[in-house]
C-alpha cells in the first residue's frame, strides 16, 4: 500500500491556484524531498496530507481520508510545521507529561533519552530555550513518537548549520528504520541530498519533476565541459548551461556517461542544480523532459 | 555514495507497527483540562490573590467587630441577619466577580491566542480532536471556573467565620453569630447560583465569546462587544425599540424567570432562581443552552478549518 496517494489533488484560495491537480504517490519506507520557490504549493500539498485543509480531488493518506478521519490519522502521522512552534509558556516537562497523555504512541523513555543528549533543562520553559533547543525539544517530542508518516516542513529553517547537520544525523541514525515514511519540504536543498531516497521538484501548483535518487544518479549528468568541445556538448541538447569560473557546466538529461566523458568531467548534478535546471528560467521545457 | 545504508538501523521483524493501548477520550479531556490551566495560571491565581486580599481586609474589619455586632443586635430581627451576613455576602460576590471577568478574557483568548502564537500547528499534531480541545476549553468557564469559585469562596468564608469568633470570644456575641450565620445554607445557595447562573444561564456568553476566539484574525475583544452594540443600535434606528438590548440585559443582569425577589437585598439571593424546578422549567434557559451549543459547535468547525494568523 502507497503511503500517500493523491490523483487530481485541487486547492485554490479565491482566484489563486495553490495546487493545480496533482498526481502523488509515495510509497511505505521512502524520505521524499518536495523541492520549490516560495509560493510553489509545497506547504499547502502538506496541510492537504496533514488534513490541516479542504481539499479537491482524491487524496488517501495510509488509507485514510486525512481531512474526514484527521483524529485517527493523527495516531500514525507526525509532523513538524515550521520550527518554533511550541508554545512559548510550555515546560519541557509539561511537554513530556502531555504528549505522553494523549499520544497513544509516545515513547516517553525514549523522549528522555534524546533530551538527556542535550543541554536542555526539564523545568525550562520554551521561551527559555534557545532556537536550536527548542528545534531539539520538538524532534525529541516527534522522534519519540512511532509513526508510520513524518511530515517535516522546512524543519531547519532558521537554524544556524551545526544544528541543521545534527537535525538531519539524528533523523537518519535515530529514526528513520526504512518502515516508516518520511516527506521534507526544505530551501537547504544541499543538506538533504545524501538524505532523500526520492526527489519532487513543485511549481506554482504543479510537479514538474518526480524520480528516485538513484534515477537521478543514473539518468543525470552535469558535464564541466572543456571549451573545445563546446560545440559538440551543446549539440547533444542539454537542459541546462551555466558559466561557473570560467567554465561552461551543461547538465544532460539521458545521455550516455560514455558519451559525455569525451566533453570532459562527468558528475552526478547536485540537486540545487538539477533543480535551477528544470525549475529556473525555461519551467515549461523541463516540464517536458521530467515526464 | 550512500550513507543512507550506514545511518539505518536492521529494520525491526516482524509488525513494527503493532496496535497501542488506546487513550480513552476521558484521559485525553483530562490531560487537555491541564494543559489550559498550565498556560493560564490567572484562572487559580487572580482568584486565590482576590481571596487573600478579602482575609487581609477582614482582618483589619475584625478590629471593631463587637462594636458592629452590637449595632446589629441593636437592629431589627429582619435587618439583623442581614448586617452579620453581609462581609461574606460581599466576599462571596467579590469572588464571583474576579472569576467572571477570568473567564471572559479566558475565553476571548482561549482559540485565538493558540492561531496568533501559531502554536496551533503543535497541538494539531496531537491525535486530540478539535471537538475534544473546545470542550476542554469551554469545560473552564462552564465547570473549573464555577468550582473553583465555590471552594474559594467557602474557605474564605469559613476561616472570616472563624476569626470572627476567636475575636468575639470572651464578648458574649459569639452565639449571636452563629445563630445568625446559617453557613450550610449559605453554602448551598452558593453552590446553587454559581451552577444556575454562572454556568447555566451564562451558557451563551461563554459559547459567544468561544466563537469570537475562533473566528477573529484580530481585536477578537472588540469583534465580540461591537457586534452586539451594532445590532443594538441599528434596531434603534430602524425600528426605534430595543428588544435585542433588552434580551442580553435579561440574560447578564438580569437572571432567569422565577427569580426571588427580596427587594433592597445584595445577597446571591437576588440572582438566584426560587427553586431549581422553577429554573429547571424556564424556556429561557433552555433557548440559551441552545444557543450556546450552536456557538461551540461553530468554534469546533472553526478550530478545524481556520490555520494559524
Given at each position: 500500500?502507497?503511503?500517500?496517494?493523491?490523483?487530481?489533488?485541487?486547492?485554490a484560495?479565491?482566484?489563486?491556484?495553490?495546487?493545480?491537480?496533482?498526481?502523488?504517490?509515495?510509497?511505505?519506507?521512502?524520505?521524499?524531498?518536495?523541492?520549490?520557490?516560495?509560493?510553489?504549493?509545497?506547504?499547502?500539498?502538506?496541510?492537504?496530507?496533514?488534513?490541516?485543509?479542504?481539499?479537491?480531488?482524491?487524496?488517501?493518506?495510509?488509507?485514510?481520508?486525512?481531512?474526514?478521519?484527521?483524529?485517527?490519522?493523527?495516531?500514525?502521522?507526525?509532523?513538524?510545521?515550521?520550527?518554533?512552534?511550541?508554545?512559548?509558556w510550555?515546560?519541557?516537562?509539561?511537554?513530556?507529561?502531555?504528549?505522553?497523555?494523549?499520544?497513544?504512541?509516545?515513547?516517553?523513555?525514549?523522549?528522555?533519552?534524546?533530551?538527556?543528549?542535550?543541554?536542555?533543562?526539564?523545568?525550562?520553559?520554551?521561551?527559555?530555550?534557545?532556537?536550536?533547543?527548542?528545534?531539539?525539544?520538538?524532534?525529541?517530542?516527534?522522534?519519540?513518537?512511532?509513526?508510520?508518516?513524518?511530515?517535516?516542513?522546512?524543519?531547519?529553517?532558521?537554524?544556524?548549520?551545526?544544528?541543521?547537520?545534527?537535525?538531519?544525523?539524528?533523523?537518519?541514525?535515530?529514526?528513520?528504520?526504512?518502515?516508516?515514511?518520511?516527506?521534507?519540504?526544505?530551501?537547504?536543498?544541499?543538506?538533504?541530498q545524501?538524505?532523500?531516497?526520492?526527489?519532487?521538484?513543485?511549481d506554482?501548483?504543479?510537479?514538474?519533476?518526480?524520480?528516485?535518487?538513484?534515477?537521478?544518479?543514473?539518468?543525470?549528468?552535469?558535464?564541466?565541459?572543456?571549451?573545445?568541445?563546446?560545440?559538440?556538448?551543446?549539440?547533444?541538447?542539454?537542459?541546462?548551461?551555466?558559466?561557473?569560473?570560467?567554465?561552461?557546466?551543461?547538465?544532460?538529461?539521458?545521455?550516455?556517461?560514455?558519451?559525455?566523458?569525451?566533453?570532459?568531467?562527468?558528475?552526478?548534478?547536485?540537486?540545487?542544480?538539477?533543480?535551477v535546471?528544470?525549475?529556473?528560467?525555461?519551467?515549461?521545457?523541463?516540464?517536458?523532459?521530467?515526464? | 555514495?550512500?550513507?543512507?545504508?550506514?545511518?539505518m538501523?536492521?529494520?525491526?521483524?516482524?509488525?513494527?507497527?503493532?496496535a497501542?493501548?488506546?487513550?480513552?477520550?476521558?484521559?485525553?479531556?483530562?490531560?487537555?483540562?491541564?494543559?489550559?490551566?498550565?498556560?493560564?495560571?490567572?484562572?487559580?491565581?487572580?482568584?486565590?490573590?482576590?481571596?487573600?486580599?478579602?482575609?487581609?481586609?477582614?482582618?483589619?474589619?475584625?478590629?471593631?467587630?463587637?462594636?458592629?455586632?452590637?449595632?446589629?443586635?441593636?437592629?431589627?430581627?429582619?435587618?439583623?441577619?442581614?448586617?452579620?451576613?453581609?462581609?461574606?455576602?460581599?466576599?462571596?460576590?467579590?469572588?464571583?466577580?474576579?472569576?467572571?471577568?477570568?473567564?471572559?478574557?479566558?475565553?476571548?483568548?482561549?482559540?485565538?491566542?493558540?492561531?496568533?502564537?501559531?502554536?496551533?500547528?503543535?497541538?494539531?499534531?496531537?491525535?486530540?480532536?478539535?471537538?475534544?480541545?473546545?470542550?476542554?476549553?469551554?469545560?473552564?468557564?462552564?465547570?473549573?471556573?464555577?468550582?473553583l469559585?465555590?471552594?474559594?469562596?467557602?474557605?474564605?468564608?469559613?476561616?472570616?467565620?472563624?476569626?470572627?469568633?476567636?475575636?468575639?470570644?470572651?464578648?458574649?456575641?459569639?452565639?449571636?453569630?452563629?445563630?445568625?450565620i446559617?453557613f450550610?445554607?449559605?453554602?448551598?445557595?452558593?453552590?446553587?447560583?454559581?451552577?444556575?447562573?454562572?454556568?447555566l444561564?451564562?451558557?451563551?456568553?461563554?459559547?459567544?465569546?468561544?466563537?469570537?476566539?475562533?473566528?477573529?484574525?484580530?481585536?477578537?475583544?472588540?469583534?465580540?462587544?461591537?457586534?452586539?452594540?451594532?445590532?443594538?443600535?441599528?434596531?434603534?434606528?430602524?425600528?426605534?425599540?430595543?428588544?435585542?438590548?433588552?434580551?442580553?440585559?435579561?440574560?447578564?443582569?438580569?437572571g432567569?424567570e422565577?427569580?426571588?425577589?427580596?427587594?433592597?437585598?445584595?445577597?446571591?439571593?437576588?440572582?438566584t432562581?426560587?427553586?431549581?424546578?422553577?429554573?429547571?422549567?424556564?424556556?429561557?434557559?433552555?433557548?440559551?443552552?441552545?444557543?450556546?451549543?450552536?456557538?461551540?459547535?461553530?468554534?469546533?468547525?472553526?478550530?478545524?478549518?481556520?490555520?494559524?494568523?
Amino acid at each position: 500500500m502507497a503511503c500517500i496517494e493523491a490523483r487530481g489533488l485541487r486547492k485554490a484560495f479565491g482566484k489563486t491556484i495553490a495546487l493545480a491537480g496533482i498526481d502523488l504517490r509515495v510509497e511505505d519506507g521512502r524520505i521524499l524531498g518536495l523541492i520549490g520557490p516560495n509560493g510553489a504549493g509545497k506547504t499547502t500539498a502538506l496541510n492537504a496530507i496533514l488534513g490541516l485543509t479542504p481539499y479537491q480531488g482524491e487524496l488517501k493518506v495510509l488509507g485514510r481520508d486525512p481531512w474526514r478521519e484527521r483524529d485517527q490519522l493523527m495516531r500514525d502521522v507526525c509532523f513538524i510545521a515550521d520550527v518554533a512552534l511550541l508554545p512559548r509558556w510550555l515546560r519541557v516537562s509539561q511537554a513530556l507529561d502531555y504528549v505522553a497523555g494523549v499520544h497513544p504512541r509516545f515513547d516517553r523513555a525514549k523522549a528522555e533519552g534524546f533530551l538527556a543528549k542535550t543541554t536542555i533543562s526539564r523545568a525550562s520553559k520554551v521561551r527559555e530555550l534557545s532556537k536550536g533547543m527548542v528545534t531539539q525539544l520538538h524532534l525529541a517530542l516527534v522522534m519519540a513518537i512511532d509513526a508510520r508518516l513524518m511530515v517535516l516542513d522546512e524543519p531547519t529553517l532558521g537554524l544556524d548549520l551545526l544544528y541543521r547537520k545534527q537535525f538531519y544525523d539524528s533523523l537518519l541514525n535515530d529514526y528513520y528504520d526504512r518502515s516508516r515514511t518520511i516527506v521534507v519540504t526544505t530551501h537547504q536543498v544541499e543538506e538533504v541530498q545524501h538524505v532523500l531516497t526520492d526527489l519532487m521538484f513543485i511549481d506554482r501548483g504543479r510537479i514538474v519533476f518526480a524520480a528516485s535518487m538513484e534515477e537521478v544518479e543514473s539518468r543525470y549528468f552535469e558535464v564541466t565541459v572543456l571549451p573545445a568541445q563546446l560545440a559538440a556538448a551543446r549539440a547533444l541538447k542539454p537542459m541546462h548551461e551555466r558559466q561557473s569560473l570560467g567554465r561552461s557546466i551543461l547538465l544532460f538529461d539521458h545521455s550516455g556517461r560514455q558519451q559525455l566523458a569525451v566533453l570532459g568531467d562527468v558528475r552526478t548534478p547536485s540537486i540545487a542544480d538539477l533543480f535551477v535546471a528544470v525549475v529556473g528560467g525555461h519551467a515549461g521545457q523541463a516540464q517536458g523532459a521530467a515526464q | 555514495m550512500n550513507t543512507r545504508t550506514d545511518a539505518m538501523p536492521d529494520s525491526p521483524v516482524g509488525s513494527p507497527f503493532a496496535a497501542p493501548a488506546p487513550i480513552s477520550p476521558a484521559r485525553r479531556m483530562y490531560w487537555s483540562v491541564r494543559r489550559e490551566l498550565w498556560e493560564n495560571r490567572s484562572i487559580y491565581v487572580a482568584p486565590a490573590a482576590v481571596a487573600a486580599l478579602i482575609l487581609v481586609a477582614s482582618l483589619v474589619g475584625m478590629i471593631d467587630l463587637p462594636e458592629k455586632m452590637r449595632a446589629a443586635v441593636a437592629a431589627s430581627p429582619a435587618r439583623q441577619q442581614e448586617l452579620i451576613e453581609e462581609p461574606y455576602t460581599f466576599a462571596a460576590l467579590l469572588l464571583m466577580f474576579t472569576t467572571m471577568v477570568v473567564g471572559v478574557f479566558y475565553c476571548i483568548d482561549a482559540l485565538y491566542g493558540e492561531r496568533r502564537e501559531r502554536s496551533v500547528l503543535f497541538w494539531k499534531s496531537l491525535p486530540v480532536s478539535d471537538l475534544t480541545t473546545v470542550l476542554a476549553k469551554a469545560s473552564i468557564p462552564f465547570v473549573v471556573l464555577p468550582l473553583l469559585t465555590f471552594a474559594l469562596t467557602v474557605v474564605t468564608q469559613a476561616i472570616m467565620l472563624l476569626l470572627a469568633s476567636a475575636r468575639l470570644a470572651g464578648t458574649g456575641l459569639n452565639a449571636t453569630l452563629w445563630s445568625q450565620i446559617s453557613f450550610g445554607q449559605m453554602t448551598w445557595l452558593l453552590l446553587y447560583h454559581l451552577m444556575a447562573v454562572h454556568s447555566l444561564w451564562w451558557a451563551p456568553l461563554w459559547g459567544w465569546l468561544l466563537l469570537v476566539s475562533a473566528w477573529s484574525r484580530r481585536a477578537p475583544f472588540l469583534w465580540a462587544t461591537l457586534p452586539l452594540l451594532a445590532i443594538g443600535i441599528l434596531e434603534k434606528i430602524a425600528f426605534n425599540t430595543r428588544h435585542f438590548g433588552a434580551l442580553l440585559e435579561h440574560r447578564f443582569l438580569g437572571g432567569p424567570e422565577g427569580v426571588a425577589s427580596t427587594g433592597g437585598n445584595m445577597g446571591m439571593a437576588s440572582l438566584t432562581p426560587a427553586t431549581p424546578s422553577q429554573f429547571l422549567a424556564s424556556p429561557g434557559l433552555w433557548i440559551g443552552l441552545v444557543v450556546a451549543a450552536a456557538f461551540l459547535a461553530a468554534a469546533v468547525q472553526l478550530r478545524r478549518s481556520r490555520g494559524p494568523i
